[in-house]
């Protein structure tokens, strides 16, 4: 055997290489423009905003400006934690967050399968209407709301409601701190559990109803249906909002704590927030760099619950993870 042949036979062994195919940018031309609007959206809205974080470290002085203002490292950090409040209002954004994210993923739920039980259109699109429409409902236009409920002279459940309970005094709602983590969930419960649940319905809507044929000629019945197919298969939606949701877990809901109660100093001790209390040192001492402080100690902390909750999850089921 020659050389020759054996070059030959050696080089086809060798795995022809093949060519990169080019990307064809024309053909994919009109969704790449519609997706333009909505980037500039993003980074003008998102990522642009992120050079602020600056002023967390600096003693702003408007005369300077924000790049030329001092810089004091961790001060503002400091002057956010050393205060006398911050035990409270970090307990209070806590635990409020974390009673809504559990009580209100169950009540969502709960509100989807209901609507999943209605088989009649007309019907359907009138519950979800209704259900849909106080998350429509501006703060400002609900504080107004409760407090038709609460007012203390003229209040629905003092007029009318507890005299027929046998309490004839009437109670200082706007006084009493004890009742309002009960009024403060119920609010928002029902100003956005039927919104909430939007999402797990369209879940639900996407089960093949073959498995719930077979479930019934096995004789099985509607709340083993739901225990055995529907909650399994709505899981990793369930999952993920979850993390989504985890992320703001040291963010509260402006409207419900400050409008509500219509910033009652009285209620201090269940209603502030981290929020409630940067917004009235805002506007009381015009502390800007504290503002600023609190809201990359909230952007971090809930960076690190996304991570942490993710990692868990994917742990245990990898198609759950949000990533």
Not at 29 to 46: A, E, K, Q, T
Not at 80 to 96: E, G, P, Q, S
Not at 265 to 285: M, P, Q
Request: positive net charge; glycine residues 8%.
């Amino acid at each position: 055997m020659n050389q020759g042949t054996t070059v030959s036979r050696s080089a086809a062994i060798v795995p022809k290489r093949k060519k990169k195919k080019k990307y064809d940018y024309r053909k994919y031309s009109p969704l790449l423009i519609m997706m333009i609007p909505g980037l500039l959206y993003l980074f003008i809205n998102n990522f642009l905003p992120m050079l602020g974080i600056a002023i967390a470290f600096k003693d702003i002085n408007f005369a300077k400006g924000i790049w030329q203002s001092d810089w004091i490292g961790f001060k503002n950090f400091e002057y956010l934690f050393k205060t006398t409040d911050a035990y409270i209002i970090t307990r209070n954004t806590i635990l409020y967050n974390l009673f809504f994210l559990v009580a209100g993923t169950f009540l969502s739920f709960i509100c989807a399968i209901f609507l999943n039980e209605i088989k009649k259109k007309g019907l359907l699109r009138a519950y979800q209407a209704i259900i849909s429409m106080p998350h429509l409902i501006s703060w400002v236009i609900l504080s107004y709301l409760v407090y038709a409920f609460l007012s203390v002279d003229n209040g629905l459940l003092n007029k009318t409601i507890l005299p027929l309970l046998g309490i004839k005094d009437g109670i200082s709602w706007y006084y009493e701190a004890k009742y309002w983590p009960v009024i403060l969930s119920l609010v928002h419960f029902w100003k956005g559990v039927g919104y909430s649940s939007i999402v797990f319905f369209a879940a639900l809507l996407g089960i093949n109803e073959e498995y719930y044929e077979a479930a019934r000629i096995d004789g099985a019945s509607r709340w083993k249906q739901i225990a055995h197919i529907t909650l399994p298969l709505v899981v990793p939606v369930i999952i993920i909002m979850t993390l989504l949701q985890m992320g703001r877990i040291f963010y509260s809901d402006f409207g419900l704590f400050y409008q509500v109660p219509l910033n009652s100093g009285a209620l201090f001790e269940t209603t502030a927030t981290i929020d409630t209390y940067v917004f009235n040192g805002l506007t009381g001492s015009g502390d800007i760099g504290m503002s600023a402080a609190a809201g990359v100690y909230q952007s971090i902390v809930g960076f690190i619950l996304v991570i942490t909750v993710n990692y868990l999850v994917r742990r245990k089921n990898k198609d759950s993870a949000l990533f």
